[in-house]
């Protein structure tokens, strides 16, 4: 399973930029998918999280009111809509699968990893 990242970019403060995760190699539809960050110096942490089918997600309370998890089954994809971005939103932003299917916060339940994109904020 390969999962490719894409959409990061340099942005300004306020504005909005969204990722896609596709994965090839298999299907993902039973899986739950994640978006996760990590900041130089930091460790990776959660930002946002669906199930399998797409019918409950969950988000970092740092995230929670601007960005937007979906996913599309039939193009074995997922997405994070980020809205009103910060210069604290600067990361690299990973995505990742979840074989449990719950794609919650928990790091260590994710199986495959993605490579990752580079969200640069500007204030």
């Known amino acids: 399973v390969q999962l490719q990242a894409s959409g990061g970019g340099l942005v300004q403060a306020g504005g909005s930029l969204r990722l896609s995760c596709a994965a090839s190699?298999?299907?993902?539809?039973?899986?739950?998918r994640g978006w996760f960050r990590q900041a130089p110096g930091k460790e990776r942490e959660f930002v946002a999280g669906i199930n399998w089918s797409g019918s409950r997600s969950s988000y970092s309370e740092s995230v929670k009111g601007r960005f937007t998890i979906s996913r599309d089954n039939a193009k074995n994809t997922v997405y994070l809509q980020m809205n009103s971005l910060k210069p604290e939103d600067t990361a690299n932003y990973y995505c990742?699968?979840?074989?449990?299917?719950?794609?919650?916060?928990?790091?260590?339940?994710?199986?495959?990893w993605g490579q990752g994109t580079q969200v640069t904020v500007s204030s």
């Open positions: 190699g298999r299907t993902l539809n039973g899986y739950g």
């Open positions: 990742a699968a979840d074989r449990s299917g719950v794609g919650d916060y928990h790091l260590q339940e994710y199986h495959y």
